[in-house]
């Protein structure tokens, strides 16, 4: 049909009026998780990845090389939203399991809350995974006006459902705000085209609305469920990727593929609707990729789960017109909790006090290299059972206590069954027009799936357990109970735990004092230290003549440190090849002093066992709110 040329020109010239309008407003933010992606998982590490469209907004924007996050998926999501360490609100040990009875404290507010109070209208769009047994917990009651997603870790992506363990039913999870969505437009339909969907639909209410004057600046929340496992993707992303003899890497490779179309849909959309000169991308993984599920973080050490480098330096991004400067990488030190902070300075609200305690502002170093790093020191997580600890200064990274046995290098699995044919792949994918025929969201007639038959659950807690239960039979086996004689054979430890302690008001003292004896008496296991002389050196074991302290702290939790200490320079180690602990004793008992500074504060961690109250049989069916106590921590 033909159109008037006043229309057409009427369509020109409208989103350039709304952009110039915008751009007097307040910024706008949108805020991008990817789940699970890896180091080696994009195009601007790994040519054989298949990301065009995330590697065009890094490089116009600003990439952020130093860049961490926690090892897994819940932690990183209460860093971003707190602006603190996870071991100040109790949620240092793991990710929120669909069946236990947790979430983060209700009593810490977070991200939406405080862009509300900026005038800000707030959305949230995808994984949630911030527990959802209580209906505080959920989105709707933490500051989000509207929320289009799911409560759950991981899901089918198209039947949006999970069974969580033998014993319960297959649970749905799909919800507008706090009611159950079901129906033709999103069962069996992708996920991933209905987050997408759901942004271009915010996107144009907004507008709408600023069209009649009702508009505010917008803050959306875009947690994909990209790329954690399931295997499930649409087939038209395998013909990006090359085919490999290694099917979880080539299924995890296109949905890579698939990931970064749907960010660049967003995007496109952020442009027709004339935001995008007015608004602050920022991306960001949640966790290093975990490597039995397909993904790859080589050449760095460990994978997800784990507080070596694989595990928790992060592909990460900023992309703005806003930006003073644009096209480099920035090499700041840099971790999740910062984003609270940085978000709002960059909306002009500096001196809006938040939950942000050890979040610092990195806005003006990110818009403007010539600023001086704000930041010098990360906490890559500190737990008490199984005792773990990892903490870097400068170029100093420490890594103390236990260890899994995914403290290796783990080698892209990537061998290509036709060379020929993977040439061609890679010629033909940058030709391609990724333009949809139709933006209805794909249903299960387009999904290729690839059945792991791993159990994330027990991947991650049954070797945390193994490990606590390990740590406890070798504290046994070394107490000592002479008072004297352990204090001549801890040496230095003991100078900084004293020094440490010094820290302590005489108040708080004497009532951790109290709960230290109180806590022998009833439920602490009795301790000990490193190995006796002689000892066979245990995995995860000190292997050196040490003897454990137990450290009373101020909400307290009896931290009893144990396992040997390591030593990287990753200036020049990134890949953490070389312990250098043995040559660098004062570097290394200088992070010891600091970690132990970092245990004052640590909450206990809150992880109930599961319970069968949230059995989906329970409640018709779904995974829902309604079976346990709020949690709330001292604040």
Known sequence: ?????????????????????????????????????????????????????????????????????????????????????????????????????????????????????????????????????????????????????????????????????????????????????????????????????????????????????KGKPWFTYLSFQSVHEPLQVPHSYKKNVCRYKDQPRYFYSAMVSSLDHAVDRVVKSLKETGYYDNTIIVFTTDNGGAVKMGGNNMPLRGTKGTLFEGGTRGIGFVHSPLLQKTGYTNLNLMHAVDWLPTLMSAIGKNNLATSALDGVNQWQAISNPSVAAPRNEIVYNIKERPFMAAIRMGDY?????????????????????????????????????????????????TMDVLNLNVDEDKEYEDEY????????IDLEEQEYDNQTELDEDLGEDLDIVQSVMSLF?????????????????????????????????????????????????????????????????????????????ADNPDILEKLKARAVEHFLNLQPQFTPDDTQKGNPLHWGGYWGPGWCDLHTVQD
């Open 1 to 213: 049909m033909h159109r008037p040329a006043w229309r057409l020109l009427l369509a020109s010239v409208l989103p350039v009026i709304a952009s110039q309008q915008h751009k007097n407003s307040p910024p706008n933010v949108l805020f991008i998780v990817a789940d699970d992606l890896g180091w080696n998982d994009v195009s601007w590490h790994n040519q054989n990845i298949h990301s065009p469209a995330m590697e065009e907004l890094a490089a116009d924007g600003v990439l952020l090389d130093q860049y961490y996050v926690q090892p897994t998926c819940s932690p990183s999501r209460v860093a971003f939203m707190t602006g603190r360490y996870p071991y100040r609100v109790g949620r240092q040990h793991m990710y929120i399991k669909p069946l236990m009875p947790a979430g983060l404290a209700a009593n810490v507010n977070i991200m939406p809350q405080y862009f509300q109070q900026a005038g800000y209208t707030t959305h949230a769009i995808g994984k949630w995974h911030l527990g959802f047994c209580h209906q505080n917990y959920t989105p709707t009651y933490r500051g989000f006006d509207t929320f289009y997603g799911f409560y759950l870790g991981s899901q089918d992506f198209y039947t949006h459902t999970k069974r969580q363990d033998v014993n319960s039913l297959l649970g749905y999870d799909f919800r507008v705000n706090e009611k159950i969505l079901k129906g033709a437009e999103v069962e069996g339909k992708y996920s991933t085209d209905l987050f997408v969907n759901r942004a271009k639909a915010i996107f144009e209410e907004q507008k709408r609305k600023d069209a009649q004057g």
């Open 397 to 445: 990274k420490m890594i103390w206590g236990s260890r899994t046995v995914k403290n290796i290098w783990f080698p892209a699995k990537e061998e290509v069954l036709n060379t020929a044919l993977c040439d061609q792949v890679k010629k033909t994918r940058t030709q391609a027009n990724r333009t949809l025929i139709s933006n209805a969201p794909r249903g299960m007639e």
């Open 465 to 472: 357990d193994n490990l606590a239960r390990m740590q406890e």
């Open 505 to 581: 008001e005489s108040e708080k003292s004497t009532r951790m004092a109290r709960s230290t004896r109180e806590g022998r008496g009833k439920n602490n296991k009795k301790g000990g230290g490193g190995k006796k002389k002689g000892d066979k050196k245990k995995k995860g074991g000190s292997g050196k003549n040490k003897k454990n302290i137990p450290l009373p702290n101020n909400y307290g939790v009896i931290i009893k440190t144990w396992g040997q200490k390591m030593l990287f320079n990753l200036q020049e180690d990134p890949e953490e090849r070389v312990d250098i602990s």
